[in-house]
């Protein structure tokens, strides 16, 4: 799922070239190396990409590799629930008992070779049963920006690992349930990371988005007749209905398993997160490009093209220069980027900006 915008990290996440298409960690685009964790598992010729319109040329150049008629743009977002639904569709025609993955394009996971063991067992979790499997990440702070996902003891051992049962997915709490339920012990985030096979799936969305279920169908017919998927998804997609595959099917089915994951996770959601990934000079500073601080602590500073940055007296302080555009915010605002980006829109003048 490569259709994001990452807006936390503008300016150096635009509308066509989003997080995902940046070596926000690493040194490649973070979709390739997506790509690249997931190569173990599957073949590349049955790695699907789906993304929008105003980035397909962007994915297509950060993953040459792939079959062109793998990476599919959708004419319009709409939401994670339809995407599913849509890569449900192309697995389908190519296998209509296949087993496949949902998965986020942004995400930084280093250990791959974990990653790929615990990835084949929920691959082979769906192959076993009719269940749908989600990968749980085990909490490491009361987080109140994820859901999350209780577990009810052990659903069977798979591959050599315990897989569990899960009782109920829950929203983002508040500080507090957060707080609950990292002490439960009992509790997972959900990190968005799905694998079932298509009849399983197909099952869900009948039974329980019935109106999504039926845009989905004819989908399907229109793109089985003579126009193919270009015409099928310009002129039925954009009546899909918008909603969260969580809230859509997650949420309401009750034949889930979670494989605990034991690999290292991180969404990297806003700039703050990069002070986990870079080693920081001795003041706590996390420079990246031309940039120095003087008389300053625990500042993020990037500069993407050979502009120095000077930071005089200031700490805890976001400072991102592109050439376009240059963003000054204390970390603990960074979430409030999207209110700016919002005020961008609102201006004809600035939304080239965006």
Not at 95 to 104: E, G, K
Not at 249 to 255: A, D, G, Q, R
Request: charged letters at 20%.
């Amino acid at each position: 799922m490569a259709g994001g915008r990452g807006e936390r990290f503008w300016p150096q996440s635009r509308e066509a070239t989003p997080k995902h298409l940046l070596p926000i960690v690493g040194d490649k685009p973070m979709l390739a190396q997506t790509v690249d964790r997931v190569a173990g598992v599957v073949p590349r010729e049955n790695v699907f990409i789906i993304t929008t319109q105003a980035q397909l040329e962007g994915c297509r150049g950060a993953c040459p590799d792939l079959p062109a008629a793998n990476i599919v743009a959708e004419p319009m977002g709409r939401d994670t629930a339809a995407a599913t639904g849509l890569a449900m569709l192309l697995v389908k025609q190519r296998n209509p008992t296949a087993a496949f993955a949902m998965l986020p394009a942004d995400h930084v996971i280093k250990d791959t070779a974990e990653y790929a063991k615990l990835l084949a067992i929920a691959f082979e979790a769906a192959e076993s049963a009719d269940v749908l499997v989600t990968l749980g990440i085990k909490p490491a702070a009361p987080e109140t920006g994820f859901g999350y996902i209780q577990q009810a003891g052990v659903w069977r051992q798979v591959g050599g690992r315990d897989v569990m049962a899960v009782k109920r997915f829950v929203e983002k709490p508040d500080l507090a349930t957060a707080q609950g339920y990292l002490a439960a012990g009992e509790y997972f985030w959900n990190a968005g990371m799905f694998v079932w096979r298509v009849p399983v799936v197909e099952a869900a969305f009948k039974a329980h988005a019935a109106e999504l279920y039926a845009g989905l169908a004819k989908l399907e017919a229109a793109a089985q007749s003579a126009g193919g998927w270009a015409v099928a998804l310009a002129e039925v997609y954009p009546t899909l209905k918008k909603v969260s595959v969580d809230y859509a099917l997650m949420e309401k089915s009750t034949n889930v398993v979670v494989v605990p994951a034991t690999f290292d996770w991180d969404d990297v959601g806003a700039w703050p997160a990069l002070a986990k990934h870079f080693t920081p000079d001795k003041d706590g500073n996390v420079l990246r490009g031309h940039a120095l601080v003087e008389g300053g602590t625990h500042n993020i500073v990037v500069s993407t093209d050979g502009h120095l940055i000077g930071v005089v007296g200031c700490s805890d302080l976001v400072v991102v220069h592109t050439p376009e555009a240059t963003l000054v915010c204390p970390k603990d605002r960074a979430q409030d980027i999207k209110a700016l980006l919002e005020r961008l829109k609102q201006d004809p003048a600035k939304r080239q900006f965006l």
